[in-house]
């Protein structure tokens, strides 16, 4: 699907970054991870014209992803999927929270996501679905959307994983690749990342997972 098949299917037709607010906010890529060997790999050896990041924050690595594709002529497109609400560690952690940009009360962190986009001149690359994850995955499934890549950097606890996990597994096409951020076999920040990552590939049979650096990825079997 192009960029445009996508606007039509997911917004209506209605462009989210048509007339963007002449007030941008300052450039702010506070990310984690964003530029990782996956990423890269992912874009050069699939060459995907669907790329699903679930969890975007600021948009550093949907930049990294859709900026690798403009370098190496893939013409693909990134949907950023995100509340850009924050998860319960934005909340829980005072320095996280204060990212978030709140104003009269509610975060405005899709803001900063928004100018990111604008100034880097990945408009035509990326396309935002404010949606939380599941909601997402069905409304995918509806508009029958499937991913070549699915980058997922959602939510840090097991039950929140797994489900991601089980809700997009369906939206990977046959033979896509999945990559999952804070995956780490001694334990790290967020082991239950890693054992709803483990899990989930025992119980769907696929080989893997492969991890470097607090990723890993997985193939879907065709």
């Known amino acids: 699907m192009t960029r445009q ?15 963007p607010p002449a007030d941008l906010r300052p450039a702010d890529l506070q990310g984690w991870r964003s530029v990782h060997p996956y990423l890269e790999e992912a874009v050069t050896e699939i060459r995907p014209r669907v790329v699903i990041e679930i969890g975007t924050w600021k948009g550093a690595s949907a930049l990294y992803l859709a900026r690798t594709m403009a370098e190496r002529n893939v013409a693909g497109t990134v949907i950023a999927v995100d509340t850009w609400l924050g998860a319960v560690d934005h909340w829980a952690d005072e320095a996280l929270f204060a990212e ?47 991913a070549d890549v699915i980058h997922l950097d959602a939510g840090h606890e097991e039950a929140s994983v797994t489900a991601d996990l089980r809700a997009w597994w369906p939206v990977l096409r046959p033979g896509g690749l999945l990559i999952a951020d804070d995956y780490d076999r001694l334990g790290g920040r967020f082991p239950g990342v890693t054992r709803a990552v483990d899990a989930f590939c025992s119980e769907a049979g696929v080989r893997g997972p492969w991890s470097l650096r607090g990723k890993c990825k997985f193939i879907k079997r065709d």
């Open 5 to 19: 098949d996508l606007i039509a299917a997911l917004w209506h037709g209605r462009d989210p970054f048509a007339d």
């Open 100 to 146: 978030l940009g709140t104003e009269h009360g509610y975060p405005s962190l899709y803001r900063t996501f928004l100018a990111n986009v604008v100034r880097d001149g990945m408009t035509d690359r990326i396309v935002p679905l404010p949606l939380d994850s599941m909601n997402a995955a069905e409304l995918l499934r509806l508009r029958g959307v499937t």
